[in-house]
């Protein structure tokens, strides 16, 4: 079954703070759900499904729904990391399509630099049977994207200079975001002269630490028809798992090699098309790689591609997180995948600030990757249009 | 042998004999008799055939630096651990396993380089896999 043209995006909201204090995850997630509820013009009471991921508080869904006060008739908690929310996306088009809902709220929030969790409290390995094996040696969640980073640099010849690029790009377009976290423009220099984290990482290879959050919904063509707002079709969807795979793992790609080509395929698209592109940006290097295994370039050619304000909006290659991103904007709850989608959506309706807006944005493409490049991840691929 | 920190790890009846192995200074990992794989990280059934006949070998010990990254600050006990390196070493039998690399200067370390098992222990029979240089060995 195809989810091509079943589903819209009616209602897309950011949470316009990096640091909120005095207020508790849920409550964040319910201004979220109230910001997006408000963009698509429906109310509470509408929503019959409701999606979020790991940083929900609680038993995730089931007490959100009661916080909330919502009933449903669909629920999905699922939790792929930064991912999840792209992925509930795709599961929300399918549950409309099945005819099992017909307004999915989607919803992230989180306060990590509130609580001074910072990215420690990113990852949650409970008795994850692989913890013995990984979590002892002193692997931050930087080092292990640095080793995905060395071995790019070793296979390819990918250089610093040329993952600082991406780094510029997004910092160029956070100046025109007066809500992002960071709105300095950077150099190359700046990049390669800030602090090394985990070699060849640096401080400005990394995403920020911001409390916040943000919604979607998404809802049926028969409820979109009836909205005033404009609603962003879902025209592609992809989705994978990568994981070590029995001590085999490659870390010079990721699984949007996976997720990328089933979502151009249901979309009927080729990256040629794509005129705006979220690019999950937990660190430079998540972007480079990522580039390339959704096909906007060849294998190792992520360095050549981003050089010269590739991704720079409006007339770069191929503009990129014009919000600023995870780099410069926004990474609530240590997840950038709702964000992702977010952007896309005021891009395709021509909402994205003016310095920054891609002319004739007819096809956007939004892609998260949650967990960890150098172990395992969940890659999710969206292809959102203007029409159907 | 190195001064980085051990941990408590979590002991199963899945891998206690990896765990005792490392005790006895010698890597024990799991192979499928079916496909032959060597299963990692160890665990009860094979990941490539789904096979639960496997038998607990010795493995070389020896392997190569597949990538690493020289961490400057870690987090929580490793906060002033820095700097240490963090590897994927690819075992000779075929996993790629992460470990740390000990008892060489970080900026020595390369991709490629030989490296070998070191049983680092503590006072209290903590022990984890680490790798050294197979020249400083």
């Not at chain 1, 980073?149 to 296979?155: C, G, I, T």
């Not at chain 1, 994978?240 to 090699?257: E, F, M």
């Amino acid at each position: 079954m195809s989810v091509r043209g079943k589903a819209f995006i009616a209602g897309a909201y950011e949470h316009p703070l990096r640091t909120i204090p005095n207020k508790t995850v849920q409550q964040v997630h319910a201004e979220v759900a109230a910001g997006a509820l408000a963009d698509a013009g429906l109310s509470f009471s509408d929503i019959d499904a409701y999606f979020c991921a790991g940083d929900a508080p609680g038993f995730g869904a089931l007490s959100m729904a009661e916080y909330l006060g919502l009933q449903l008739t669909h629920i999905d908690n699922t939790e792929t990391g930064g991912s999840s929310y792209l992925l509930h996306v795709q599961h929300a088009a399918e549950a409309i399509a099945a005819g099992h809902c017909h307004v999915a709220l989607i919803t992230l929030a989180g306060l990590p630099r509130s609580s001074g969790t910072g990215i420690g409290g990113a990852g949650r390995f409970g008795s994850a049977p692989e913890i013995s094996f990984e979590n002892f040696f002193g692997l931050s969640i930087v080092a292990g994207y640095a080793m995905a980073a060395r071995r790019h640099m070793y296979e390819f010849g990918t250089t610093s200079e040329q993952l600082a690029e991406i780094k510029v790009a997004a910092a160029s377009h956070a100046q025109h975001n007066p809500n992002a976290f960071l709105q300095n423009a950077v150099t190359v220099e700046e990049v390669l002269q800030s602090k090394m984290v985990a070699d060849p990482l640096h401080m400005l290879d990394c995403c920020v630490v911001t409390d916040g959050g943000g919604a979607l919904v998404v809802v049926s063509p028969e409820v979109a028809r009836k909205l005033s707002r404009q609603s962003v079709p879902v025209l592609g969807t992809g989705f994978a798992v990568k994981h070590v795979n029995n001590g085999r793992i490659d870390l010079t790609h990721t699984g949007a090699v996976v997720s990328g080509p089933r979502a151009f395929a249901e979309a009927g698209l080729t990256p040629s098309d794509i005129r705006y592109a979220s690019i999950y940006d937990s660190f430079t290097i998540t972007v480079l790689t990522t580039l390339e295994d959704l096909g906007f370039c060849e294998k190792g050619k992520g360095g050549e591609f981003v050089s010269n304000g590739g991704l720079q909006a409006p007339f770069g290659k191929l503009p990129f997180n014009t919000d600023g991103g995870g780099l410069c904007n926004n990474h609530p709850s240590n997840r950038g995948g709702i964000t992702k989608v977010i952007e896309a959506v005021r891009q395709l309706r021509n909402e994205a600030h003016p310095a920054v807006q891609v002319p004739n944005c007819q096809f956007a493409l939004a892609h998260g990757t949650g967990g960890n490049l150098a172990t395992r991840m969940g890659s999710a691929t969206l292809i959102l249009g203007q029409e159907v | 042998m190195s001064f980085l920190p051990l941990a408590d790890v979590e002991i199963n009846n899945e891998t206690q004999p990896f765990w005792d192995g490392l005790r006895n200074n010698t890597l024990l990992l799991p192979r499928c008799t079916s496909c032959t794989s060597v299963v990692w990280y160890p665990r009860a059934h094979c990941p490539v055939c789904f096979s639960t006949e496997l038998k607990w070998e010795e493995m070389s010990g020896r392997g190569t630096i597949y990538s690493y990254s020289i961490v400057a600050k870690g987090n929580g006990r490793w906060k002033e651990s820095g700097p240490y390196v963090v590897a994927y070493i690819e075992l000779a039998e075929g996993p790629r396993i992460l470990t740390n690399i000990v008892g060489v200067a970080p900026s020595e370390v390369q991709i490629n380089m030989p490296v070998t098992a070191v049983f680092d222990s503590g006072d209290d029979a903590r022990v984890l896999l680490r790798f050294t240089s197979v020249s400083s060995s």
